[in-house]
């Protein structure tokens, strides 16, 4: 799954950083997500794993790294 | 039992000022578009610009229920003067909130705090840059650290009162290699940047912050930088803040509006005791439009003050949604209601020197669709919109 969000957020989320190059656990926000980038990667994830994220999800910290993202989308198509 | 909010004796304060300096320089600070000098000098005669530090640090500790009500009181007289007193407590609420809260308490920003309290010192912001197409989540200039100190150089598109203030708090790249909403947040005092002008402030309403366009070159100390990422200040403090107090100016603009409307009924009715004439019937309808504007801005206020002390709630998008509904919708109430006041009063507000001259309220009230444009918030919350479900 990890390598899945890694090429929505290459695809989607118009980071002005290399991908590859950041570790699961880095600030995406310092790296240059922007609430644009945000809302396209969402719409992307949303469309990919088949979920629609509530709105309880819609947080800063649901999307403040790779790893935070893979437990949201974890969550969601475990249930 | 708990003490009153707002307090009644601030907003006596408020009320001094707003009923003698404001009302009294309000037109000559409209037409020579200057900045409101009396005003503010009696705004730090009653102590009013430093209220909202922490009474710990020499303040009052004032909610901003009580700093939004005083800007309504501020904008019922002078519009310029009110929205010169909520640009200044925007910037003071970012350094309460995230310069000197939690282990922050005897740093540099608590030692300014103590010092906006006791010697009322005014706080502009230079956020917005040359380039960058208007958003200020994103930054051309960075700030170059050496061991203590950074510099910086940012052509700002606006300082508001630039030539006036004491210090001033400027988004940058938080180092010359971060991407551009990668930003720091600073204060540099006067004393450590130089100002040179771009342009004039020569614009319809609002005439009298003097938001002119500045190439700000400092130095200072890296501990005058904020410690939290601007990204967390800004979502936890300036946007909503913002919304919250430019609303109430704006409502103070209609407030006034409807209370010069009232004022000419009540004049006509006196004329045929025991006819009511027809104007009342347009100023009870402005009456019920004011109060629907006054209830959608108070429960925003109340919104942001209920989840104040919770990040995460305040990076909820439907909060943010909800905050750019609040500038979107006060901005496009305010205007109308002002034209309905004008068209109740007739010649009497349209002219410029009579006691129902209502031209400086519309001139200022036009402001709010610009100020932000209303079509970028529209655009911001038609986004956020697509992944939002509740509100």
Redesign the interface.
């Known amino acids: 799954m990890t390598d899945e969000i890694r090429d929505i957020l290459r695809s989607h989320a118009n980071l ?2 290399d991908v590859g190059a950041l570790p699961d656990d880095a600030d995406l ?8 980038g945000t ?1 396209s990667l ?2 992307a994830l ?1 469309e990919h794993f088949g979920v ?4 309880r999800m ?4 649901s999307f403040e790294s790779i790893a935070s993202i893979r437990a949201a989308v974890s969550e969601l198509t475990a249930s | 039992m708990t003490a009153p909010s707002p307090r009644p004796a601030l907003l006596e304060r408020a009320r001094r000022v707003a009923d003698g300096p404001a009302r009294a320089h309000a037109a000559t600070v409209d037409r020579d578009a200057r900045f409101p000098a009396e005003t503010v000098e009696a705004l730090k005669r009653e102590r009013l610009l430093g209220v909202a530090v922490p009474s710990a640090l020499g303040g009052e500790d004032a909610t901003l229920e009580e700093l939004s009500a005083i800007c309504q009181i501020l904008g019922e007289a002078c519009a310029s003067s009110a929205m010169v007193y909520a640009m200044h407590q925007i910037q003071l609420l970012c350094l309460v909130r995230h310069g000197a809260a939690g282990a922050h308490t005897d740093g540099y920003f608590a030692r300014t705090l103590r010092a906006c309290s006791e010697r009322q010192l005014l706080i502009a912001s230079a956020t917005s840059e040359v380039g960058v197409g208007g958003d200020t989540r994103s930054s051309r200039c960075a700030l170059e650290a050496d061991d203590k100190s950074f510099r910086l150089h940012k052509e700002a598109s606006v300082v508001s009162y630039g030539q006036h203030c004491d210090a001033i708090l400027v988004t940058a790249r938080r180092s010359p290699d971060a991407v551009a909403s990668d930003q720091s947040i600073a204060l540099v005092e006067r004393g450590q940047y130089a100002l040179e002008q771009m342009g004039g402030w020569d614009t319809l309403g609002m005439r009298g912050t003097e938001s002119c366009g500045f190439r700000l070159s400092a130095r200072a100390p890296l501990e005058q930088v904020l410690p939290e990422p601007f990204e967390r200040v800004s979502a936890d403090t300036m946007h909503p803040v913002s919304h919250v107090l430019w609303a109430h100016v704006w409502l103070g603009i209609a407030s006034a509006s409807v209370a010069t409307a009232r004022k000419f009924v009540r004049a006509e009715a006196r004329k045929k005791p025991g006819v009511t004439p027809p104007s009342a019937l347009r100023a009870a309808e402005l009456v019920s439009q004011l109060h629907v504007l006054r209830g959608s801005v108070r429960d925003a206020m109340l919104a942001y003050e209920a989840r104040k002390d919770d990040p995460d709630a305040l990076s909820a998008m439907s909060f943010q949604i909800r905050m750019n509904d609040l500038k979107i919708a006060t901005a496009e109430q305010v205007v109308p209601i002002v034209l309905a006041a004008m068209a109740l009063c007739g010649i009497a507000a349209y002219r410029n020197d009579s006691d129902y001259s209502l031209g400086r309220h519309l001139r200022d009230a036009l402001g709010a669709g610009v100020m932000i444009g209303n079509d970028r918030l529209y655009a911001t919350n038609a986004m956020l919109l697509l992944v939002s479900k509740d509100l």
Do not use: I
């Open positions: 002005p950083t926000y310092a790296a240059g997500l922007t609430s644009h809302v969402m719409v949303e629609e994220f509530p709105e819609l947080r800063r910290r």
